[in-house]
Nanobody
């Protein structure tokens, strides 16, 4: 079982920065791969960024490359999403996700947090 709790969402102006945190609970012997997705009403959920269990591999959506950075803090069991140069198009509910299978993680993660709202105003 994996439990995920996001925090760090909020409101920011265009061009601003925000860092999301995901506190993850899991068996250390079965460390999952982690990812962030986002959802805007009326649109499909969108993959944002992923990081492998050992942080050897990171993957980003084209729309966030160069602006977002995903990382892991193993001491605190956190997954971070540093977001910069934000625009109104980044407004969404951001979800932390996890899965033991990399391809599943990128498509249909098994575990989801409750989500945190990010609002970027122009």
């Amino acid at each position: 079982q994996v439990q995920l709790i996001e925090s760090g969402g909020g409101s920011v102006q265009t061009g601003g920065s925000l860092t999301l945190s995901c506190a993850a609970s899991y068996r250390t012997t079965n460390r999952p791969h982690m990812a962030w997705f986002r959802h805007t009403p009326g649109k499909e959920r969108e993959f944002v960024a992923a990081i492998s269990s050992g942080s050897y591999t990171m993957k980003y959506a084209d729309s966030v490359k160069g602006r977002f950075t995903i990382s892991r803090d193993y001491d605190k069991n956190l997954v971070l999403l540093q977001m910069s140069s934000l625009s109104p198009e980044d407004t969404a509910v951001y979800y932390c996700t996890a899965d033991s299978d990399w391809m599943n993680l990128l498509r249909r993660p098994n575990y989801w947090g409750q989500g945190t709202q990010v609002t970027v105003s122009s």
